[in-house]
């Protein structure tokens, strides 16, 4: 038995299918998860000592890779600083300022402990703001976990193929109205019929929980128009998109501007941060400025809030997001030729080092189009892949993510590995 094997096992006894997050077992691909033992620039260390090029970066979190150095001083000079206070610090002030200046149309915001807590708090004062209760969610978007969420949402529900949540009381549930993603049509009808109804529209500007979808030129334009029509607001839910698909993220790169934005992931660089922000007279409603309550005990923590700062500054270096966009080009464009060597149809794309592929000729537009890749292929390609040294996100429904430690060299060995595993995975 490996080791990674007998901490799996143990861990099935203490923790629910012995993770911490439901897609981090591989129940869509089979075989036992490793467990990590370190990890530095693009690569994991397992319990065993094999080595992985990993294309899961926490899930999106590390568009620097592993323990970068610049974010481990800052982890470190701020830990030695005491690690919470229960009081304000200037860090907070210093990275709202940042995400402000990178995303004009978060005039304020509010940092949180994940990307979960930031929507469902953006969720409350969209229908404190509205005096409105329902919302539209688009089918295959995963929003985290809170309660309005969990109907029709992507990630590890999609995965494991789990109808709408248990636990969710059906009167909440009710409250949540779902269309396909890239359907205008869909949604103008919607808001001709209930329009009045709608406090928000949430969205993933471009779909990374589902696989990786891009929206059709004028899809957002269209959702812009008509919230602005109806009176509903606009959430961009940039926890995954935030400072990964442009230094200002999806809206900078789609040019719309949302009301709210749900933030996560890189803007605390790998520690447990969320933030949600938009236009200041929505934001000035938030207790204690207004009466939508919402609180943290550890929210806008020092050793967090250091380890966003020292990471978005990473990121302003010249040329950072068009190198990562080139080499995620690279990659995408290395497994579409490997695929049309085997003969094996695939649809993959990428906006910035945010990227996907699943195995159907496509188009996919949507979650329905997602769900008619082969997923037993993707499984076996998986495990081909892992066998290869390189860890691609246990699931078909799951984006990709480079991050700027991966080398032009990596990216041309991952293709190669890519390539040949794509072989077994047919022979398999
Ligand atoms: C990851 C993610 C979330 C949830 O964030 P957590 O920090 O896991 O709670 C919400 N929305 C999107 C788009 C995400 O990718």
């Known amino acids: 038995m490996s080791r990674s094997e007998e901490l799996f096992e143990r861990a099935k006894s203490v923790l629910p299918g012995g993770v911490n997050s439901p897609v981090r077992a591989f129940r869509a691909v089979g075989g036992t998860p490793f467990f990590v033992a370190g990890a530095k620039g ?4 397992d319990a065993d000592g094999k080595s992985y090029l990993d294309y899961v970066c926490s899930w999106g979190p590390l568009i620097l890779g592993h323990a970068h150095p610049a974010v481990l001083d800052a982890i470190r000079a701020a830990a030695e600083r005491g690690w919470t206070y229960g009081a304000p610090c200037e860090a ?17 915001v509010r940092f949180v402990n994940s990307g979960t807590e930031a929507t469902m708090a953006a969720v409350r004062l969209a229908r404190a703001a509205t005096r409105r209760d329902a919302v539209l ?12 969420f969990l109907v029709k949402a992507g990630s590890g529900v999609a995965t494991l193929g789990l109808p709408d949540s248990p636990g969710v009381p059906a009167a909440l549930a009710g409250l949540t109205v779902t269309l396909p993603f890239n359907d205008g049509a869909a949604v103008e009808a919607l808001f001709q019929r209930r329009g009045d109804t709608l406090a928000a529209v949430i969205v993933e ?9 891009a929206p059709e030129p004028g899809f957002h334009a269209a959702l812009r128009g008509l919230c602005d029509q109806h009176g509903a607001l606009l959430i961009f839910d940039e926890v995954m998109t935030g400072f990964r698909v442009a230094a200002g993220g999806a809206q900078e790169r789609l040019r719309v501007r949302p009301d709210l934005t749900t933030l996560g992931k890189i803007v605390g660089g790998g520690m447990p941060v969320g933030a949600y922000g ?16 919402q609180a943290g005990t550890l929210a806008g923590n020092p050793v967090a809030m250091a380890a966003g700062l020292a990471t978005l500054r990473q990121t302003e270096r010249p040329g950072f997001y068009e190198t990562l966009e080139r080499r995620t080009a690279r990659l995408v464009a290395g497994i579409g030729d490997a695929a ?16 996907g592929s699943y195995f159907t000729a ?16 993707f499984a076996r390609w998986h495990r081909a892949a892992l066998g290869r040294g390189v860890f691609l996100a246990p699931s078909a429904f799951e984006a990709g993510f480079v991050s700027s430690a991966h080398t032009d060299a990596d990216i041309d060995y991952t293709i190669a590995q890519l390539d040949a595993a794509l072989g ?3 022979a398999d």
Do not use: Q
Request: hydrophobic share 40%; proline share 6%; with cysteine.
């Open 362 to 377: 496509g188009p996919v537009r949507n979650f329905a189009e997602a769900k008619r890749s082969d997923t037993a292929l």
């Open 340 to 355: 049309r060597r085997h003969a094996v149809p695939m649809t993959a794309g990428h906006a910035g080092s945010l990227w």
């Open 424 to 426: 077994e995975a047919l």
């Open 92 to 108: 907070e002030v210093e990275l709202a300022e940042l995400v402000r200046c990178r995303m004009p149309a978060v005039e304020m």
């Open 205 to 213: 500007p471009y779909v990374g929980n589902c696989g990786f979808i």
């Open 137 to 148: 969610k688009f089918e295959g978007c995963y929003h985290g976990h809170a309660d309005s």
């Open 42 to 45: 693009a690569r994991l260390i």
């Open 278 to 293: 938009g236009r200041a007279d929505l934001m000035r409603l938030v207790a204690p400025e207004g009466p939508v309550y």
